[in-house]
């Protein structure tokens, strides 16, 4: 099991760094912000919010993004469900998990929750009777096509293409258009064109936006329907 742990190194001894793949968990410089406006925004959220909602996800990490969209779902009032489906091939121990999420103070009632239901067991996990958590551990490109599951809204959060390749194939992208529902969105900060036009092959209509602090750009895309 060692060998499918996230191995981590610490950055000013708060920001979790993947050794595997070289790259930050979060931005170092306000990795809340940074997920709301890609995710959430990037996705038309949290006004689409409601009914039975789906979100998926390539890359749980910290759990960041999933506790910024738990939090805009109640925020909201929303009425419905919340199911929130991840892909994770390196999941990050719940020790290490903690530790990350200190450096966000404002979630820290829900990282607390999150970070039990983490020690508890595999899941799925539901909190509040109305949001549940399912983290699909195992490489993406065999754990997705098996998933019966399409999303209503989609974030690709992999480490950067350049780090990750493999989450980021022409293949996966097109499971990943698949597994989307008609109507569905798609947000990602990276805007490399590699991802997009394989997004777009698969039958997206896909976009560049405005992207995060120094970044220029990211990617979002909509599934015609």
Known sequence: M????????????????????????????????????????????PERFGGDFRIM??????????????????????????RFTSFEAFPMSADDTARALDAFPTLAPRAARLVAA???????????????LDIVIGDAR???????????????????????????GDALMAEIAAHTAPGGTLASYTAAGHVRRALAAAGLEVARAPGFGRKRHMTIARKPG
């Open 142 to 168: 065999r754990t997705l096509p098996a998933h019966a599951g399409r999303a209503d809204a989609w974030f690709l959060d992999g480490f950067a293409p350049a780090k990750n390749p493999e989450l980021w």
């Open 57 to 82: 996800e390539t890359g749980f990490g910290t759990g960041l993004n999933f506790l910024t969209a738990w939090e805009a779902w109640e925020m909201a009032g929303a009425q419905g469900t919340l």
């Open 2 to 45: 060692d060998d499918q742990r996230a191995q981590i190194d610490w950055r000013d001894d708060r920001v979790p760094v993947s050794t595997r793949f070289d790259d930050p968990y979060f931005s170092i410089h306000d990795g809340l912000a940074e997920t709301r406006h890609v995710f959430l925004a990037g996705n038309g959220l």
């Open 118 to 132: 983490l020690r508890a067991g595999p899941g799925p996990h539901v909190f509040d009777d109305a949001v549940t």
